[in-house]
């Protein structure tokens, strides 16, 4: 059996990002003054430090800046290898995600890789996963 | 008054894999070893430092905390700090160095105490408590299984191979110089055995790509201590001080995966703000080996070499042996040493600027050492000289 995926605690700052997925939005937090992204999420934009923030849609796709294969079960009976990769969010400058490139197999992952977003639900949190676009 | 801070004496206690002694006695017998090597009595210290301070949470990580030492010791201190929130491990010793060039202290014992090993034999009492949530840094992360340092670390790793061309036989040069060090380190017995070969470097199986078992430290049992005094209270000790020529520490966002290069790019660029010494008059480096990537980016981020060719900096590893142009880890690293976070490379230090090496002694009558500490967001890192 797979083991179930560490759960965030939720709070009021990362509510919108690990729910968002429930309605297929991968919610960056946007400041309404300066226009700019912060993430992780926080009360206020860490550009500016305006309030005038709110969760937005990002286009869900962006780029592999960087991956490693992991070999290393770190939970029993975790399934091994997996690519944990940092993407790049097109549109959203400035913020990448820790992620799993899924749907493909490990060693087809590579630098530079188009990849979109899907999200895996497990107990009410949607985790934002990524595939390879072709 | 003088405004320079010394380190006067430095401790280190047994280094072992499950240690049946407790870590409380770990930490008196470091700090027995170091004042006497500094020539004072407990009662001569006032002030107590540590990073990251007692964690009550998860005490096999640090069991230790400077309330514990103060009491145990019967010192009268004046000053104390232990805490996370700061630049690395290292910086414990750059605030103690602060509180002495102040006047606020005259000798402060700063330590790092683990008990990573001996405390996974006993988890009720030195392991978290389960926990159904993660919160914080690590909830960008662990939800995608990227649970460890090790999958962070490689990240960065990666993209010195995608991007530069480092090679696997290049990275193994930490290890294998660590392990060769190590073999003549009296307290490195527990953690290395033999020494370590390409072959078998190569054949290792892999944790996160590109770092395989032997790129990871290993959990260890053991305290280190380091003596801080002021440059006017020399007259107290009996041994060489070794100065505290400059620090530096930077962290820019405490994110493994939001900045765009470790803290110890500009933490090595600021290091030489603070100084007349330059990276040419480096006859030693300690540089922390958590995961063996992490001596690339001080290579880099001290100007021993450009951004990226780190790799190639260490190719062969003659450059970085004992006997090679900027000897490395000269007691092993935390790879062969075992894991003390970061103290150890202070330690080491001191002990080759003062010749009391023994066998892995290197050639030169060395003067100028680095020591560094911390990872991805964190960096620390002083430079020491014996003038």
Same mark, same amino acid.
């Given at each position: 059996?797979?083991?179930?995926?560490?759960?965030?605690?939720?709070?009021?700052?990362?509510?919108?990002?690990?729910?968002?997925? #429930?309605?297929?939005?991968?919610?960056?937090?946007?400041?309404?003054?300066? $226009?700019?992204?912060?993430?992780?999420?926080?009360?206020?934009?860490?550009?500016?430090?305006?309030?005038?923030?709110?969760?937005?849609?990002?286009? $869900?796709?962006?780029?592999?800046?960087?991956?490693?294969?992991?070999?290393?079960?770190?939970?029993?009976?975790?399934?091994?290898?997996?690519?944990?990769?940092?993407?790049?969010?097109? $549109?959203?400058?400035?913020?990448?995600?820790?992620?799993?490139?899924?749907?493909? #197999?490990?060693? !087809?992952?590579?630098?530079?890789?188009?990849?979109?977003?899907?999200?895996?639900?497990?107990?009410?949190?949607?985790?934002?996963?990524?595939?390879?676009?072709? | 008054?003088?405004?320079?801070?010394?380190?006067?004496?430095?401790?280190?206690?047994?280094?072992?894999?499950?240690?049946?002694?407790?870590?409380?006695?770990?930490?008196?017998?470091?700090?027995?070893?170091?004042?006497?090597? @500094?020539?004072?009595?407990?009662?001569?210290?006032?002030?107590?430092?540590?990073?990251?301070?007692?964690?009550?949470?998860?005490?096999?990580?640090?069991?230790?905390?400077?309330? !514990?030492?103060?009491?145990?010791?019967?010192?009268?201190?004046?000053?104390?700090?232990?805490?996370?929130?700061?630049?690395?491990?290292?910086?414990?010793?750059?605030?103690?160095?602060?509180?002495?060039?102040?006047?606020?202290?005259?000798?402060?014992?700063?330590?790092?105490?683990?008990?990573?090993?001996?405390?996974?034999?006993?988890?009720?009492?030195?392991?978290?408590? +389960?926990?159904?949530?993660?919160?914080?840094?690590?909830?960008?992360?662990?939800?995608?299984?990227?649970?460890?340092?090790?999958?962070?670390?490689?990240?960065?790793?990666?993209?010195?191979?995608?991007?530069?061309?480092?090679?696997?036989?290049? =990275?193994?040069?930490?290890?294998?110089?660590?392990?060769?060090?190590?073999?003549?380190?009296?307290?490195?017995?527990?953690?290395?055995?033999?020494?370590?070969?390409?072959?078998?470097?190569?054949?290792?199986?892999?944790?996160?790509?590109?770092?395989?078992?032997?790129?990871? !430290?290993?959990?260890?049992?053991?305290?280190?201590?380091?003596?801080?005094?002021?440059?006017?209270?020399?007259?107290?000790?009996?041994?060489?001080?070794?100065?505290?020529?400059?620090?530096?520490?930077?962290?820019?966002?405490?994110?493994?995966?939001?900045?765009?290069?470790?803290? @110890?790019?500009?933490?090595? +660029?600021?290091?030489?703000?603070?100084?007349?010494?330059?990276?040419?008059?480096?006859?030693?480096?300690?540089?922390?080996?958590?995961?063996?990537?992490?001596?690339?980016?001080?290579?880099?981020?001290?100007?021993?070499?450009?951004?990226?060719?780190?790799?190639?900096?260490?190719?062969?590893?003659?450059?970085?042996?004992?006997?090679?142009?900027?000897?490395?880890?000269?007691?092993?690293?935390?790879?062969?040493?075992?894991?003390?976070?970061?103290?150890?490379?202070?330690?080491?230090?001191?002990?080759?600027?003062?010749?009391?090496?023994?066998?892995?002694?290197?050639?030169?009558?060395?003067?100028?050492?680095? @020591?560094?500490?911390?990872?991805?967001?964190?960096?620390?890192? =002083?430079?020491?000289?014996?003038?």
């Amino acid at each position: 059996m797979k083991p179930k995926r560490p759960r965030p605690k939720l709070d009021q700052e990362n509510m919108a990002f690990w729910t968002g997925g #429930a309605e297929g939005r991968l919610n960056i937090v946007h400041c309404g003054d300066c $226009g700019q992204y912060t993430h992780p999420p926080r009360v206020l934009c860490r550009h500016c430090q305006s309030e005038n923030i709110a969760p937005k849609a990002a286009p $869900g796709t962006g780029v592999i800046d960087t991956f490693t294969i992991n070999y290393q079960p770190w939970a029993k009976d975790l399934e091994v290898p997996y690519v944990i990769a940092r993407v790049a969010l097109d $549109g959203i400058p400035g913020v990448y995600l820790t992620t799993n490139i899924v749907n493909c #197999a490990v060693e !087809d992952v590579a630098f530079g890789d188009r990849v979109r977003v899907l999200f895996e639900e497990q107990d009410g949190i949607h985790y934002p996963l990524f595939e390879r676009v072709a | 008054m003088s405004r320079e801070a010394y380190i006067t004496g430095v401790g280190q206690s047994e280094v072992g894999v499950r240690l049946p002694r407790h870590p409380l006695l770990l930490t008196v017998d470091a700090a027995r070893e170091a004042i006497a090597e @500094a020539g004072l009595t407990f009662d001569q210290i006032d002030g107590v430092f540590s990073f990251p301070g007692k964690v009550s949470g998860y005490l096999a990580f640090s069991p230790v905390g400077t309330d !514990d030492v103060i009491e145990a010791l019967g010192i009268r201190s004046k000053w104390q700090m232990g805490g996370m929130e700061q630049p690395a491990q290292l910086s414990a010793i750059g605030m103690a160095a602060w509180a002495v060039k102040q006047g606020i202290c005259r000798h402060v014992l700063c330590f790092r105490t683990v008990y990573e090993a001996g405390g996974m034999a006993d988890p009720a009492q030195y392991m978290p408590a +389960r926990s159904d949530t993660v919160s914080g840094a690590s909830q960008w992360t662990s939800p995608f299984w990227a649970t460890s340092a090790a999958c962070w670390t490689a990240q960065y790793a990666a993209r010195h191979v995608h991007k530069y061309g480092m090679t696997r036989e290049q =990275l193994g040069q930490i290890a294998i110089n660590g392990s060769k060090n190590a073999m003549l380190n009296p307290r490195a017995r527990a953690i290395t055995k033999e020494e370590l070969t390409l072959d078998k470097y190569m054949s290792a199986r892999m944790i996160s790509t590109p770092l395989c078992l032997y790129d990871c !430290d290993r959990f260890s049992d053991a305290s280190t201590v380091v003596i801080v005094s002021a440059g006017d209270a020399l007259d107290e000790v009996t041994c060489e001080p070794i100065r505290i020529a400059a620090m530096s520490g930077s962290v820019d966002r405490y994110s493994w995966d939001q900045v765009e290069w470790p803290a @110890a790019y500009d933490a090595g +660029r600021d290091l030489w703000a603070h100084t007349d010494y330059t990276v040419d008059d480096v006859d030693t480096a300690q540089f922390y080996d958590g995961f063996a990537f992490l001596p690339i980016t001080w290579l880099e981020g001290l100007g021993f070499c450009e951004k990226g060719e780190g790799g190639r900096f260490i190719e062969g590893g003659t450059r970085i042996a004992r006997d090679g142009e900027l000897p490395l880890n000269t007691a092993g690293g935390q790879l062969g040493a075992g894991r003390l976070h970061g103290f150890g490379f202070a330690h080491e230090a001191v002990t080759q600027l003062r010749g009391n090496a023994g066998e892995r002694q290197i050639p030169g009558s060395p003067k100028v050492a680095v @020591a560094t500490s911390g990872g991805g967001p964190l960096a620390a890192a =002083l430079l020491l000289a014996r003038d």
